[in-house]
């Protein structure tokens, strides 16, 4: 199975290796799949595959694991935790291997505000946590997961803590690096300018405020948007490999993989930027025009959300319901509020992030391997790279054509026809229902509307004195 799904995604849809397929049509014969599970003992490899691995292998990268952040602790552990410990195993058997690279998170030590390129100690000790949780019901392992992750986010930066330790343990014997990426996103340079194919981290975020759905989150507009693009991720990789094969540091070497410490881009300025991008290209058939907003205060937030979320979704399945189709915009904003909630934690608050280890390998690189590899953010443009990830969601992740812009303007354009009609009918009930009716309200009125025409003639006249 994994063989085939291999061989569709290589040679498929995917724009991704269109550049290798033109430099090298057979490259597919180097690429050898293996088929694994990591949840099965030995992580199901057949004894075929391993004598394969470990007679030729060089070089592993460990990228597999689970992301969510709301993965039940079990799964978690058995996903990011037991399975490294067993491709460690395995590794050990390689006859060649030169260097294992593991990649983490850079908020896996988040209870820390300054986080140095170290392994730090782990909140527990692994194997005795696995052993615990071994014979408990699932129901209990959840009851007492708050407990146990303490004031870490939730289980997906916990149990990457706990891999690194795993991974730590077995430097003595392997020349071991770490990678720790903070918030990976579309492609910067490789294959080419805004590559994305998921709706991971901020790319749902863009595209459900893109679509206008999202018109309100909470986050802090002055904290840091630790985005990396994942070219970057991947040439600090392959480079952090080589460095490791040849030079064989005799600890684990950490990379803090990010870019608040040496190229900072705000949560404000990415609202501003990619409102703005997606005015200019927006996506087809929009629920509302674009415009979110982000505010640190609770408050203010729950009431933005009730009202720009919550009751055009009731008005709006209403319409479904008596046009005899299934409602599901409270759905939707139901599981876009979970998305949102599970990302409020890195959205409002910053990290300080040491890179010397990254600079210091940028270093040892030639200037032809600095070019080709290159993981420097401090050349990256913000405006430029999210106007490219905003186009990258349209056209790889929703499949959109750009030729179809015209249209998804025209589109626009009609929603905020239909807003203005809605808000003048508003209006118009109001004054029939409270401001007509009462005499105190109508002198209110006009008097509000006899001092607005004032100034204006005021406004006037001193430009036509200026003048």
Same mark, same amino acid.
């Given at each position: 199975?994994?063989?085939?799904?291999?061989?569709?995604?290589?040679?498929?849809?995917?724009?991704?290796?269109?550049?290798?397929?033109?430099?090298?049509?057979?490259?597919?014969?180097?690429?050898?799949?293996?088929?694994?599970?990591?949840?099965?003992? +030995? *992580? #199901?490899?057949?004894?075929?595959?391993? %004598?394969?691995?470990?007679?030729?292998?060089? /070089? @592993?990268?460990?990228?597999?694991?689970?992301?969510?952040?709301?993965?039940?602790?079990?799964?978690?552990?058995?996903?990011?935790?037991?399975?490294?410990?067993?491709?460690?195993?395995?590794?050990?058997?390689?006859?060649?291997?030169?260097?294992?690279?593991?990649?983490?998170?850079?908020?896996?030590?988040?209870?820390?505000?300054?986080?140095?390129?170290?392994?730090?100690?782990?909140?527990?000790?692994?194997?005795?946590?696995?052993?615990?949780?071994?014979?408990?019901?699932?129901?209990?392992?959840?009851?007492?997961?708050?407990?146990?992750?303490?004031?870490?986010?939730?289980?997906?930066?916990?149990?990457? +803590? *706990? #891999?690194?330790?795993?991974?730590?343990? %077995?430097?003595?014997?392997?020349?071991?690096? /770490? @990678?720790?990426?903070?918030?990976?996103?579309?492609?910067?340079?490789?294959?080419?300018?805004?590559?994305?194919?998921?709706?991971?981290?901020?790319?749902?975020?863009?595209?459900?405020?893109?679509?206008?759905?999202?018109?309100?989150?909470?986050?802090?507009?002055?904290?840091?948007?630790?985005?990396?693009?994942?070219?970057?991720?991947?040439?600090?990789?392959?480079?952090?490999?080589?460095?490791?094969?040849?030079?064989?540091?005799?600890?684990?070497?950490?990379?803090?993989?990010?870019?608040?410490?040496?190229?900072?881009?705000?949560?404000?300025?990415?609202?501003?930027?990619?409102?703005?991008?997606?005015?200019?290209?927006?996506?087809?058939?929009?629920?509302?025009?674009?415009?979110?907003?982000?505010?640190?205060?609770?408050?203010?937030?729950?009431?933005?959300?009730?009202?720009?979320?919550?009751?055009?979704?009731?008005?709006?399945?209403?319409?479904?319901?008596?046009?005899?189709?299934?409602?599901?915009?409270?759905?939707?904003?139901?599981?876009?509020?979970?998305?949102?909630?599970?990302?409020?934690?890195?959205?409002?608050?910053?990290?300080?992030?040491?890179?010397?280890?990254?600079?210091?390998?940028?270093?040892?690189?030639?200037?032809?391997?600095?070019?080709?590899?290159?993981?420097?953010?401090?050349?990256?443009?913000?405006?430029?790279?999210?106007?490219?990830?905003?186009?990258?969601?349209?056209?790889?992740?929703?499949?959109?054509?750009?030729?179809?812009?015209?249209?998804?303007?025209?589109?626009?354009?009609?929603?905020?026809?239909?807003?203005?009609?809605?808000?003048?009918?508003?209006?118009?009930?109001?004054?029939?229902?409270?401001?007509?009716?009462?005499?105190?309200?109508?002198?209110?009125?006009?008097?509000?509307?006899?001092?607005?025409?004032?100034?204006?003639?005021?406004?006037?006249?001193?430009?036509?004195?200026?003048?």
């Amino acid at each position: 199975m994994g063989r085939l799904v291999w061989t569709k995604y290589l040679w498929g849809t995917s724009r991704l290796f269109d550049r290798v397929r033109e430099d090298n049509p057979d490259f597919h014969q180097k690429i050898v799949p293996i088929s694994s599970e990591l949840t099965q003992p +030995a *992580l #199901a490899i057949s004894p075929e595959d391993v %004598e394969r691995l470990t007679s030729c292998v060089n /070089i @592993i990268f460990h990228c597999a694991a689970t992301i969510r952040f709301d993965e039940p602790l079990k799964h978690a552990l058995q996903l990011n935790v037991m399975a490294t410990q067993q491709l460690l195993n395995l590794a050990q058997q390689m006859h060649h291997l030169q260097a294992f690279i593991h990649i983490s998170t850079a908020y896996a030590n988040c209870n820390r505000r300054h986080i140095d390129e170290i392994i730090y100690p782990p909140p527990v000790e692994p194997k005795k946590l696995i052993d615990s949780l071994e014979w408990m019901e699932d129901s209990i392992v959840c009851d007492i997961t708050p407990r146990l992750i303490g004031d870490r986010p939730n289980t997906y930066t916990y149990t990457k +803590a *706990l #891999a690194e330790c795993v991974v730590q343990k %077995e430097s003595s014997k392997l020349s071991i690096g /770490i @990678i720790r990426p903070s918030i990976v996103g579309a492609s910067w340079q490789e294959p080419f300018p805004g590559w994305i194919d998921n709706f991971n981290g901020p790319s749902g975020v863009f595209i459900a405020a893109g679509k206008g759905i999202l018109r309100t989150m909470r986050a802090n507009n002055d904290a840091v948007a630790d985005l990396i693009p994942v070219d970057v991720v991947i040439n600090l990789t392959l480079a952090a490999g080589w460095y490791t094969a040849v030079h064989r540091p005799k600890a684990a070497l950490v990379y803090n993989c990010t870019t608040g410490g040496i190229n900072p881009f705000h949560w404000g300025e990415i609202e501003h930027h990619v409102m703005s991008s997606f005015k200019r290209n927006p996506l087809e058939q929009a629920f509302r025009r674009p415009n979110a907003n982000i505010t640190s205060n609770y408050l203010m937030n729950q009431y933005w959300i009730l009202v720009s979320h919550k009751f055009p979704a009731l008005i709006y399945d209403l319409y479904l319901r008596l046009s005899g189709q299934k409602p599901q915009m409270m759905r939707i904003f139901n599981r876009l509020h979970k998305a949102i909630g599970l990302l409020e934690y890195f959205s409002s608050q910053d990290w300080e992030w040491n890179s010397e280890n990254m600079n210091m390998l940028m270093s040892h690189l030639s200037p032809e391997d600095r070019k080709t590899f290159n993981f420097d953010v401090r050349q990256l443009n913000w405006p430029e790279y999210i106007e490219n990830y905003c186009i990258g969601t349209k056209k790889y992740v929703l499949n959109e054509d750009m030729s179809d812009i015209p249209a998804a303007r025209q589109h626009l354009r009609k929603l905020r026809n239909i807003r203005y009609t809605f808000n003048t009918l508003l209006l118009v009930f109001i004054w029939r229902v409270f401001i007509a009716r009462s005499q105190m309200a109508r002198n209110i009125w006009y008097f509000v509307v006899s001092l607005c025409f004032k100034f204006l003639s005021y406004f006037r006249a001193s430009s036509t004195l200026t003048n």
